[in-house]
């Protein structure tokens, strides 16, 4: 309850900024839809989470690591859905793809690496629980999540069209009239993102781990060249997102050009640097992965 009431606190607190950058109100920290579902996460976490370590005599059900990653994944949300970071996005393309960037390479491998459904599930009550988790195992509706979970090329390929296809300038365009395209377009890019996170941390053998770092590899690069299509390019490719670049200082291609460099760059990198940190641990051979199913294992230890 503590984390939820401090939730709503900070969501009150800075309706103030929002105010002060002159963020309409439909864009503000106030947005319901979205500081429910992540005050209600934090809160069934944070439950579930106690819960565990009191069913465990050593505290370990719940690892201090995960609940970093969740506390950290839960922080780059808030920071992308609820700040003025958001409103901001309507009118610079700069901030949009700050926006875009912190749901797929923040949010969604913290997210992943937290593992929040065990925790999520122990703070229903006992009978729910076994319920719901029987559904979850049983469900049909959910199998072909859980074979893309499981497959890295095909979790590969649907975030990359994913991504492409947001931004067509048709498309793309599209979701900035229209707020339910705006976040349709925000759930694709984290949805797919975690499925890919996942498929590539959790989802694959050993023997296919040196696929997981190609396929990191391969994302850097194409997500890599949307940047530089984005940032080489003569004239906006979305003009109706620069219109209000001038009123930061921007023109509207010197806009679209610092959301290229973001996408390329600074994005580009966390590909790189976590097949990178793959790379070494397998090398390393470390014990996590020869005695572990998963091909991430270090971080359940």
């Known amino acids: 309850m503590r984390i939820a009431l401090v939730t709503l606190f900070t969501l009150f607190a800075a309706e103030a900024v929002a105010h002060e950058l002159g963020v309409g109100p439909d864009d503000s920290w106030t947005s319901l839809w979205a500081a429910a579902p992540l005050a209600l996460a934090s809160y069934a976490y944070a439950v579930g989470m106690c819960r565990l370590w009191s069913a465990s005599r050593l505290g370990r059900a719940v690892h201090l690591r995960r609940a970093t990653c969740f506390g950290l994944a839960w922080l780059s949300l808030v920071i992308a859905l609820l700040s003025p ?42 009978k729910v629980r076994s319920a719901v988790g029987r ?26 069209v994913v991504l492409w296809l947001w931004h067509a300038p048709s498309l793309y365009t599209a979701a900035l009239a229209e707020q339910p395209i705006h976040w349709l377009q925000h759930l694709s890019f984290f949805c797919t993102a975690l499925l890919f996170w996942w498929a590539l941390l959790f989802g694959c053998g050993r023997r296919e781990y040196g696929a997981a770092i190609f396929y990191l590899f391969a994302t850097a690069l194409q997500s890599g060249f949307l940047g530089i299509l984005l940032a080489l390019a003569r004239v906006p490719l979305y003009p109706s997102q620069g219109i209000a670049a001038v009123r930061w200082g921007l023109s509207p291609i ?10 390329w760059v600074p994005a ?26 998963n091909c991430y294992d270090l971080h359940a230890r």
């Open 85 to 126: 970071l958001d409103g901001l996005s309507t009118q610079l393309f700069t901030a949009h793809m700050v926006e875009h960037e912190i749901l797929m390479v923040v949010a969604a491998p913290l997210l992943v690496l937290s593992r929040p459904l065990a925790p999520m599930l122990w703070a229903l009550p006992r």
């Open 135 to 160: 559904a979850l195992g049983s469900s049909i509706f959910l199998f072909p999540i859980r074979k893309l979970a499981m497959s890295p090329l095909a979790a590969t390929a649907l975030h990359a």
């Open 254 to 263: 010197e806009d679209q050009q610092l959301a290229g460099l973001i996408m």
């Open 268 to 293: 580009g990198m966390v590909y790189f640097i976590a097949a990178l940190a793959l790379a070494a641990l397998w090398i390393r051979g470390s014990s996590a992965y020869i005695h572990g199913e």
